[in-house]
């Protein structure tokens, strides 16, 4: 074989190696930013009610609830219950770009960020028909419900296993639970555990906290992850 033609061949050998280990690197990397944040103690999610609120008992239990059924803002001759039982520790932010630390950038927040362990129960903000059960591949697992007054809510990062009787189509009643809490939103993965909620009224997102008073959480609420 001539020199030319060994050089051709220890070049191409030489490029194959070094592909095969960018490769095997890029690889490792993302497995071990995926194992970082998946490998947490997930409660088991159950589908009975963790609150005590079922379907027949909803309104009368979100009529009692004092953590923030009375809206701040919108239609007040409706009571919204609150998505999630936590502190908001990530605000509605649509004009002004806030950091993200997952995807280490600024952008857009279109809803809030609501502190709660994996597993804890969502509920419905309001009576409305489930329009929508999606899996995202990168909000993770999400509900959308619109609602009578023209707000459609949206539930997002919730567990894969939905509860017996949740469906598209069905009317779900305010304060009724309708998922838990997961971790399945990849473009919030290192996040600590929480419901990412948003908004709409027409086409626009408008801030949950025109709607809803989480004024007796504060970030000592925040969930444990032990």
Same mark, same amino acid.
Request: proline share 6%.
């Given at each position: 074989m001539s020199y030319k033609s060994k050089r051709k061949v220890i070049n191409s050998a030489v490029y194959i190696a070094l592909a095969l280990v960018i490769a095997a690197i890029m690889c490792i990397t993302v497995m071990t930013f995926v194992n970082a944040y998946r490998n947490k103690s997930t409660p088991p999610v159950t589908t009975d009610d963790p609150a005590g609120i079922t379907e027949d008992n909803s309104e009368a239990a979100a009529? %009692? /609830?004092?953590?923030?059924?009375?809206?701040?803002?919108? %239609?007040?001759?409706?009571?919204? $219950?609150?998505?999630? #039982?936590? =502190?908001?520790?990530?605000?509605? $932010?649509?004009?002004?770009? !806030? =950091?993200?630390? &997952?995807? /280490?950038?600024?952008?857009? #927040? &279109?809803?809030?960020?609501?502190? !709660?362990? &994996?597993?804890?129960?969502?509920?419905?903000i309001a009576a409305g028909v489930i329009t929508d059960i999606s899996s995202d591949p990168m909000e993770g697992q999400c509900i959308t419900i619109e609602h009578s007054d023209g707000l459609v809510s949206y539930y997002n990062n919730l567990s894969e296993e939905i509860p017996d009787g949740i469906a598209e189509g069905i009317t779900v009643k305010a304060g009724q639970v309708i998922a838990a809490i997961g971790d399945t939103t990849l473009v919030e993965l290192a996040e600590t555990d929480h419901l990412h909620f948003e908004l709409k009224k027409g086409n626009d997102f408008v801030d949950p906290l025109d709607y809803l008073d989480f004024s007796s959480y504060t970030n000592s609420d925040a969930p444990t992850n032990e």
């Open positions: 009529g %009692d /609830n004092s953590s923030g059924d009375v809206p701040t803002g919108g %239609d007040e001759s409706i009571k919204y $219950s609150l998505p999630a #039982h936590g =502190y908001v520790m990530k605000e509605f $932010s649509i004009d002004t770009p !806030v =950091y993200s630390l &997952t995807m /280490n950038d600024y952008r857009a #927040h &279109t809803g809030i960020d609501i502190s !709660v362990a &994996t597993g804890e129960p969502v509920y419905a």
